[in-house]
């Protein structure tokens, strides 16, 4: 399924001669999945930090369901209605709405009877400037809110792929080309060296071990070990308070007003780089990879939602506000404090960045 990088903003940034200041890496991936008999294409963020695959229904009216696709079930021939219904609660609200099951085509694979939820209630401000219709989770059965089968383990049970893989390939160069994400296998030309696997410590996220974190060959986060999710669907990287902190004043990030972690542009070039240690292989980020360049009325902010006591990541947005006047670039640091605590300890949170 190819994938593709929002530019919206870019527009927007365009027509005010900021597009140069803008972050390459934009803020999110998505793919086109079409649903239903005949088909309705839809946006989605393929998302590893969730396990549930929901889109806007018909019958929604909120602002944010009515800026985005929505699904109409009466167009269908194949669609079941389940009857169940779902709440996911956010920072800013709740959305809620009712599972069903239809076909599901992605790329050219077609899923039948595949679990899904159609939101009829998207209060709130988190979705209205989305530029994504829905999620499509792909984290482990465990982790779905709506106790229902993931879009890739019924491609599984379907037969529907050669090995039971799916790799993401995420292009940074700006352009519309954002890579792709491949069901049932690994394109080998896609990368240079060997791969590196790694067990997974727990099968809710995709959970594995982290060692610890480095720059310039010395500790300086996760000393003791901890554990960290591998997340499509966040384009920062997150850790807890303390180690976050510490991380920031070695790259000489200071707060903003609004809460982000802003670096003097002028001193990339003196920066140092990162280093993570997952099973004995360091993976290293560059200043240019881990600082996020965006003009003066740039915002970064992380939707999370929760099921009983349990947190689960989707989305980081990136957003305009108008209050700021000044036309210059400022430099955000990739890294954003975010406690998670599970029984193994505080969760780091790999996005879009490593």
Same mark, same amino acid.
């Given at each position: 399924?190819?994938?593709?990088?929002?530019?919206?903003?870019?527009?927007?940034?365009? *027509?005010?001669?900021?597009?140069?200041?803008?972050?390459?890496?934009? @803020?999110?991936?998505?793919?086109?999945?079409?649903?239903?008999?005949?088909?309705?294409?839809?946006? /989605?963020?393929?998302?590893?930090?969730?396990?549930?695959?929901?889109?806007? +229904?018909?019958?929604?009216?909120?602002?944010?369901?009515? *800026?985005?696709?929505?699904?109409?079930?009466?167009?269908?021939?194949?669609?079941?209605?389940?009857?169940?219904?779902? +709440? #996911?609660?956010?920072?800013?609200?709740?959305?809620?709405?009712?599972?069903?099951?239809?076909?599901?085509?992605?790329?050219?694979?077609?899923?039948?009877?595949?679990?899904?939820?159609?939101?009829?209630?998207?209060?709130?401000?988190?979705?209205?400037? @989305?530029?994504?219709?829905?999620?499509?989770?792909?984290?482990?059965?465990?982790?779905?809110?709506?106790?229902?089968?993931?879009?890739?383990?019924?491609?599984?049970?379907?037969?529907?792929?050669?090995?039971?893989?799916?790799?993401?390939?995420?292009?940074?160069?700006?352009? *519309?080309?954002?890579?792709?994400?491949?069901?049932?296998?690994?394109?080998? +030309?896609?990368?240079?060296?060997?791969?590196?696997? %790694?067990?997974?410590?727990?099968?809710?996220?995709?959970?594995?071990?982290?060692?610890?974190?480095?720059?310039?060959?010395?500790?300086?986060?996760?000393?003791?070990?901890?554990?960290?999710?591998?997340?499509?669907?966040?384009?920062?990287?997150?850790?807890? #308070?303390?180690? %976050?902190?510490?991380?920031?004043?070695?790259?000489?990030?200071?707060?903003?007003?609004?809460?982000?972690?802003?670096?003097?542009?002028?001193? #990339?070039?003196?920066?140092?780089?990162? +280093?993570?240690?997952?099973?004995? *292989?360091?993976?290293?980020?560059?200043?240019?990879?881990?600082?996020?360049?965006?003009?003066?009325?740039?915002?970064?902010?992380? @939707?999370?939602?929760?099921?009983?006591?349990?947190?689960? %990541?989707?989305? /980081?947005?990136?957003? #305009?506000?108008?209050?700021?006047?000044?036309?210059?670039?400022?430099?955000?640091?990739?890294?954003?404090?975010?406690?998670?605590?599970?029984?193994?300890?505080?969760?780091?949170?790999?996005?879009?960045?490593?």
């Amino acid at each position: 399924i190819p994938l593709v990088q929002f530019n919206s903003i870019q527009t927007v940034l365009r *027509k005010g001669g900021q597009l140069e200041q803008f972050w390459r890496n934009n @803020a999110q991936y998505y793919g086109k999945v079409s649903i239903g008999t005949p088909p309705q294409t839809f946006s /989605v963020i393929l998302d590893t930090g969730s396990a549930d695959f929901w889109i806007p +229904s018909k019958y929604c009216m909120n602002e944010a369901c009515l *800026k985005h696709n929505q699904f109409e079930s009466f167009l269908s021939h194949s669609y079941q209605h389940g009857g169940r219904q779902f +709440s #996911l609660r956010y920072g800013t609200g709740h959305l809620m709405g009712i599972c069903s099951k239809e076909v599901v085509q992605i790329s050219n694979i077609s899923i039948e009877a595949q679990d899904f939820g159609e939101s009829l209630l998207e209060p709130g401000n988190t979705f209205v400037s @989305a530029h994504f219709d829905g999620v499509l989770g792909l984290a482990y059965p465990n982790l779905s809110v709506m106790d229902a089968v993931p879009v890739f383990d019924n491609m599984m049970r379907q037969n529907l792929v050669e090995e039971p893989v799916f790799s993401f390939f995420l292009n940074r160069d700006g352009t *519309k080309d954002g890579g792709e994400l491949i069901f049932g296998g690994i394109d080998h +030309s896609l990368y240079r060296g060997p791969m590196h696997w %790694i067990p997974v410590s727990r099968k809710m996220y995709w959970q594995i071990p982290l060692e610890n974190v480095k720059i310039q060959g010395q500790i300086v986060a996760c000393k003791n070990g901890c554990e960290a999710i591998v997340d499509s669907g966040t384009s920062l990287i997150t850790g807890p #308070l303390l180690d %976050i902190k510490k991380l920031q004043a070695k790259i000489g990030a200071v707060p903003s007003s609004s809460g982000e972690f802003l670096v003097d542009c002028r001193r #990339l070039s003196s920066l140092p780089s990162i +280093s993570f240690s997952i099973r004995q *292989k360091e993976f290293t980020l560059t200043p240019k990879q881990y600082i996020i360049k965006g003009p003066a009325n740039f915002l970064i902010t992380i @939707a999370l939602y929760f099921r009983s006591s349990t947190c689960y %990541i989707m989305a /980081v947005f990136v957003s #305009l506000w108008q209050e700021n006047s000044r036309n210059e670039a400022l430099c955000f640091s990739g890294f954003q404090s975010l406690d998670l605590i599970f029984n193994e300890g505080p969760l780091w949170i790999l996005g879009d960045v490593l």
